[in-house]
Every structure is written in C-alpha cells, then in structure tokens.
C-alpha cells in the first residue's frame, strides 16, 4: 500500500485563519503606535526612530500577508497601453518624472487588471529613483512576435533608479507569473526592471 508523501515545506492556509491573524497583528500595532507616540513626547529623537521602526514592521507585515494570501486571478485580454499607463501611474505616485509610456495602438495583453494594479503598486513601493530634476523614466513597451509576449520595460534614463525593496518585489513577481507572466530584473546600468506578460489571440 502506497502511503502520500507530506512535503513539510507547504503549508496550507485558509483566508479565514489569515484573516484573524491579521486582526490580532493590527491590534498589537494599534497598542505599539500608541506607545511609541507616547515615547516620542517623553523622548524625542528615540521615540521618532522607535515610531520608525514600527512603521517598517508594518509595511513588512502588510507584505508578508500579501505573499500568502490565496489570489483569485480572472485573466482577461487587456490593451497594452492602458497596462503601460497604470504602471506609470503607480510610479507618478511614488514621485517618479515619467514621460508619456510608449502607445501600442491594438496591442492586446492577457492580464487580471485588478492583480495586475496589485503588482504594479508594490514594484512602485520597491523602485527608488531621483526625486525632481532628474531625467525622467520612461515606460518602453515591447512586443517579441517570437515569444509571442510583451516587455513593458521601465527605463532610468539616470541610472539611479532601480527595484531594491526584495520583498515587495517578489510578491508583485509571484502575482505576476499568476497571471502567466514574468518580473525581469535588468541588470543594464539604465534599466529597473521589465514586467512580462503574454500577448492575447
């Protein structure tokens, strides 16, 4: 009789069990914030780093609920400018200069456009670039007819900017290739990085 394997390294997690924990991780947060904030009259400079530091566990908490939080993906065909315009807005948000991304007149993509805006905030979260003055970035849009696949690369015309927070880049590049695509990093001194996603029809 053959007996299943158990692989310790997968672990099955059910939304309602996220949730609570999420819940109780929220609530201790509440009850540090207020502490800190209660430090930061007393102590000044300790304190705003203390409430600095908070800020950050949070930001890494939000993202590791994120990368084991089940996703429903309904993948869609979805024109490719109007996907090379919400990355660019998220990094506008971020206060990155963009020119106007590349037009794809017809040029059709298979995205979720909601996981798809989900990912495209979290590598904008993760990109660190020049702040005014600077060259702008430039959103390229690419169609390889060999792969059949389109490359919205996103160019740093300074060199300076670039993807470097390591988690929140690797869960856009997990809900990335949910949708059947691909998170390039380029290495090229001018280049942060190239989402790919595969050509619809």
Not at 44 to 73: K, N
Not at 86 to 103: I, K, Y
Not at 157 to 179: H, K, M, P, W
Request: aromatic residues 2%; hydrophobic residues 45%.
């Amino acid at each position: 009789m053959e007996v299943g394997r158990v692989d310790e390294q997968l672990i099955a997690v059910r939304r309602v069990v996220l949730n609570d924990a999420e819940h109780a991780v929220g609530n201790l947060l509440q009850r540090m914030h207020h502490a800190a904030r209660s430090a930061k009259a007393e102590l000044g400079v300790h304190g705003e780093r203390l409430e600095g530091a908070l800020d950050d566990l949070e930001h890494l908490l939000d993202l590791l609920f994120e990368y084991v939080s089940p996703v429903d993906v309904h993948i869609r065909a979805t024109d490719a400018d109007r996907v090379a315009e919400s990355l660019a807005a998220q990094l506008r948000a971020q206060g990155a200069e963009l020119v106007t991304p590349v037009a794809a007149p017809g040029l059709q993509v298979l995205a979720d456009s909601r996981v798809l805006s989900r990912s495209f905030l979290l590598l904008a979260q993760a990109w660190r670039g020049p702040r005014g003055g600077a060259e702008p970035v430039v959103i390229d849009v690419v169609h390889d007819r060999a792969e059949e696949r389109v490359h919205f690369v996103v160019q740093d015309g300074t060199a300076a900017g670039n993807v470097q927070d390591g988690l929140a880049s690797a869960v856009a590049g997990r809900l990335i290739e949910l949708q059947g695509g691909e998170l390039q990093a380029r290495p090229r001194p001018t280049c942060a990085c190239a989402v790919v996603l595969p050509v619809a029809g």
